[in-house]
């Protein structure tokens, strides 16, 4: 639905966006990266509010910049809070509801805003909405004309714990009527919860794209971290670097009494998971420790998003 | 032996000079100063700034052409070139227009960005801190208020056209920092005062101006159908340029008015709107 | 295109700036008032209260303070995307603008500039402030809104442009008072009124084709502006 070849966008001298390149589809796609990586110059590319210096953007099948009809299709949420501060919230929302040509707006307007838990009789001009109260108009008025592509710009942004829950529902709800979602965030167990493919950027670049479980196996450069508890800590270490299965060991807890009840951890760095996994149990046996738990420690999102937005670590000599 | 370095530990206390509210005040009038003109800034920042002085400038510059130019037997310095007092007619639409930039410029980003609390929570008082914006303004308006006279003096001097003594040199040079100082005194009171009341430099500036204009537009109609003339002392356009002229010795173009009158008139509004900004402030809640 | 026009007409009515150019307006009437009063007044000063107060001063900043933020505003506080990102034709959202600054301003403006007239000098005053207003009025408010999305701090920028072009350059010789708007509007107040005959500086077709053609030529350009520029 999404189609992105070769796309830059520089201002003057600084790039903001470096010759990126990818496809989104249908469902919820997660766009990471830390604040200046270009995420929110990247998605006002994908809704033609600016051109692409280099490359050319599509939206499905067309280009969003110069052709307003594509705007029945597309919904944004942007990053800056200004809304029209002298309406109601369902003013703003019955507004954006005409602009699409809906049959009746008012009454789009008020579903859009209920499906954001948000009051549609409330008088109040927006002037006197909270951040959170902004944020959910400003998704209602993405959502009012039901979309087939959303692009959300920090839509969570202060938020309280309920109400990103509930949006994040709606999110994953659209993704699964078939509409692209496409939401931009720093915040990582949020985006974790979308779902599992993300793009993530870093310096204005590209730096991965997919299901991040999948991009944590690809990067070969970075060890997997994963802890052991065992009765028996020493000879389960010592046992598994004999074994060659890990690249480095490092003993958690020192102390002789609660290894005896609860275990003692063992910090393994290894790079090949799937091997490991295989020679623990023999390694284990073989240095007659019981294996407690085994749990990986950097394949959830933030590992793998600090390792990409992270310098790389120089050569060892 | 270790290379090893550290280059940024982070947030550390200021160990140097403290230099206390007189370095505060040096601080922020500088600051404040290189804002105004647009120095160290964008290219946008410096165009009326740029555009005001060259418009200040220009006519002086032609003038002192003329004087080097053409010798006396050919043209007659003092019949062409206009009087140092007399000149400001030139160059009254760069003045009100810097007038009008130079005051909001100064005061309304601090309120707006939040700047102010952070000023204020150095060694800055209310009234240290607007010290220190008027302490700016006065010398940056003083740019086309003292510089184009001046300009025009030195050329004409170099020239052979100037003052025929060094003692009229000087007292010609007193008159132009007099007056010049004035006129920069009375629209930075207003300038400021008008930017005390808003948040917004476009809106300040906007109002400057409209007050200029209108007190002139109004009290001069209002005279011309047979009003007292002392409406005239209403008229922020004329007042100050006025008071140029007797500075100069001259009666200008309202003789009817008193000298006395012009003075205190003109230390009237500049006094008030001095007050106004500082009620404003002293009544400011600053919040962030 | 009536939704947009709602909605640009309620963002320009601002407390503040109507009280501030209504008593401009007000001033503009008591100044007529004072001259209709005056014994020694004679048509030249009618005509002069007009041209000085209301087409030099009271019209154009009148026309800048409303037509610069109708499209302005939102550009720079980053509210324009609501609108931008519509299926609507850019003109429309230029026309709406366009509309709603012109619905306030011309009560606005010509109103008390026609009832000044009235007071100062009555008959063919009346008529030429309200045709020469009116002129000046949708001449500037083409030149604001499109000064308006151009540029930030729009108000400076046309300031300056009252002071130093309509009130200094345009001044200054017959070729810049052709493509003044001031100028022009002046002509047309001369012509229409007793105004002495120094008061016509423009040919009649001049004086009213440059000022429409301005306006026309600077919606044209706002219209461009509006579809290639970047939206925050």
Redesign the interface.
Known sequence: MIQVAGVSRWFGDVVAVSDVSFDVGPGVTALLGPNGAGKSTLL?LL?????PSQGTVRVLGANPR?D?????R?G?V?Q?E???E?LTGLA?VA??A????LPSPETAAEGALRLVDLDPGDRRPLSTYSKGMRQRVKVA?ALVHEPEVVVLDEPLEGLDPRQRLHLIDLFRTLGAEGRCVLVSSHVLDEVERFGSRVLVMAQGRLAAEGDFHDIRELMDDRPHRLRLRTDRPHALAGALVASGAATAVRLEVQDPQSDRTTGSGVLVDTVDVAAFRATVAGAAQQAGARLLELTPLDDDLESVFRYLVAPVPPEPR | MSDARILDRGYRRYDGARLGARGAIGSLTRQSALRALGLRRTF?AKV?PL?SAI?AYLPATVFVGIAALFPDELLDPDAVIPGYGEYYSFIT?AI??FV??VGPEVLCPDRRDGMLGLYLASPLTRDTYLLAKALAVVPVLAIVTVGPPLLLLVGRTFADAGPESFGDFLTVLVRILVSGLAISAAYTAISLAAASLTDR???A??GV??LL??TS??TT??V????SERLLLLNLFLLPFELVQRVYGELGSEPQLATVELVAANAAWTLGAGFLVRERYRRLQVTR | MS??YR?FL??QLVRGRIIGLGS?GL?AVC?GF??GA????GPR?GA??VS??GL??FVP?SV??FASAVLGDPNE???L??????????WKIVAAAVAAALSLCLPLVVLPMALAGALAGGGGLVVGAIASCTLATVSYVGIFTWLGLRV?????WG??YI??WE??VARAGSTPATLSVRASTRSVLGRISDAPRDFVEVGSIAAVLVPLLAAAVALWLTVRRL?SQ???
Do not use: M, N
Request: aromatic content about 8%; proline content about 3%; glycine content about 8%.
């Open positions: 006002r809704c033609g509010l600016t051109t110069g307003p009809s594509l705007y029945r597309i944004l942007p800056q200004a809304v029209f002298r703003f507004l954006a005409e602009l699409h040509g008025q | 946008w009326f555009l418009i639409a009100v227009v009008a930039l430099r476009a809106v500036s906007a101006i409209l204009l209108v537009v109004a109609v209002l011309e159908l047979g009003g | 939704t947009l909605l309620r963002s401009l001033l100044l004072a001259v005056s014994d020694g007044a000063d002069e209260l000085e107060y030099a001063l900043v800048l303070l506080d980053g509210t995307v609501y609108l931008w990102l519509r299926p609507v034709a850019r930030k701090r729009a108000l400076v300031l300056a002071l130093i009130g200094f579809a970047d939206v925050a």
